[in-house]
């Protein structure tokens, strides 16, 4: 008998990729100090309109795809409480068609971006987002700085990263293009109608 159900290892597998790439660089100085975050995305990451590449679903990625092909994906930025990453540029998304019930009108939850509603089903649908250097780290770049918020609706282009797991996904963005803004919580609107 399994002692953990598929959501819980999922949540577990997806905590230990962010947790590696955020981690400490045995290259850093030992006194503790740390490269200050910037705000400031890299040149052409931020696109000005969407890419016309077809959308792939992130449950059908996670069973194809190798890394270093390209995708191109629409998702929410969500899938936890706090899904941006602070000082390094990692975040968490889910896929644009997974449904939020957090955004119904009887629903008044407070972080609805973190699907706590539909947290049963939402493995499948979850990915990484990382913007990298030269040696495939995380940028020391503060997303919430640069304008990226919880619930917004984002299309990324990029290549998968490493896959140790096939439940996780991990996308190397190329390029983002904000499709919607983080809706207001007394928004009735799901997050998911908005194409």
């Known amino acids: 008998m399994n002692r953990f159900p598929m959501h819980c290892r999922t949540a577990i597998v997806l905590c230990l990729a962010v947790g590696m790439t955020v981690g400490c660089d045995s290259s850093e100085p030992s006194s503790g100090s740390r490269e200050p975050a910037t705000a400031k ?26 890394p270093g092909d390209q995708v191109t994906v629409k998702v929410v930025i969500g899938g936890r ?3 941006i990453v602070s000082r390094r540029a990692v975040m968490t998304v889910v896929d644009i068609q997974k449904s939020n019930k957090c955004y119904g009108d009887d629903d008044h939850c407070p972080t609805p971006w973190d699907y ?3 947290s049963p089903d939402l493995p499948p649908h979850l ?43 991990m996308i190397h963005a190329t390029g983002l293009f904000i499709a919607a803004p983080s809706p207001k919580i007394e928004d009735s609107k799901a997050v998911s109608d908005q194409d």
Do not use: H, W
């Open 41 to 66: 995305l890299p040149d052409g990451m931020l696109l000005g309109a969407a890419p016309t590449a077809p959308i792939q679903p992130i449950a059908e990625l996670k069973s194809t795809a190798k």
């Open 81 to 83: 409480v706090e899904p």
């Open 127 to 169: 990915a990484t987002v990382q913007l990298i250097d030269e040696q495939s780290k995380p940028l020391a770049l503060n997303l919430a700085a640069a304008g990226f918020k919880p619930g917004q609706v984002l299309i990324v282009q990029g290549a998968v990263g490493p896959r140790p797991d096939p439940e996780a996904l």
């Open 116 to 118: 706590c509603c539909d």
